[in-house]
């Protein structure tokens, strides 16, 4: 059971696959638009149920509660050799080294 105030995941599906604009490339119309946020619930809920969340710039939302305290799972990706010098080497070569 989650409380109310903590900070949750939400998911919900917008567009069902096919209901999307005809001008959107066929890929795309094959699978739904989604939506997931996160934000601090309104209610107490339990995982997989349908909730409201506010959002950090003040929204409110609706959808199926899927994570609590979720996490940032991004990166940059690992970094590319070459260019991990490049900042050191432009400076050298604008100092006229």
């Given at each position: 059971?989650?409380?109310?105030?903590?900070?949750?995941?939400?998911?919900?599906?917008?567009l069902?696959?096919?209901?999307?604009?005809?001008?959107?490339?066929?890929?795309?119309?094959?699978?739904?638009?989604?939506?997931?946020?996160?934000?601090?619930?309104?209610?107490?809920?339990?995982?997989?149920?349908?909730?409201?969340?506010?959002?950090?710039?003040?929204?409110?939302?609706?959808?199926?509660?899927i994570?609590?305290?979720?996490?940032?799972s991004?990166?940059?990706?690992?970094?590319?050799?070459?260019?991990?010098?490049?900042?050191?080497?432009?400076?050298?070569?604008?100092?006229?080294?």
């Open positions: 059971m989650a409380k109310k105030g903590s900070w949750v995941e939400i998911h919900r599906v917008i069902k696959a096919g209901e999307r604009a005809p001008q959107v490339p066929e890929e795309t119309q094959a699978v739904p638009l989604e939506l997931k946020a996160r934000g601090f619930l309104l209610s107490d809920a339990l995982l997989n149920e349908q909730v409201e969340i506010r959002t950090l710039s003040g929204r409110v939302l609706s959808g199926r509660f994570k609590q305290n979720p996490g940032y991004h990166s940059f990706g690992r970094p590319i050799a070459s260019l991990i010098t490049i900042g050191t080497e432009l400076k050298a070569l604008l100092k006229g080294g």
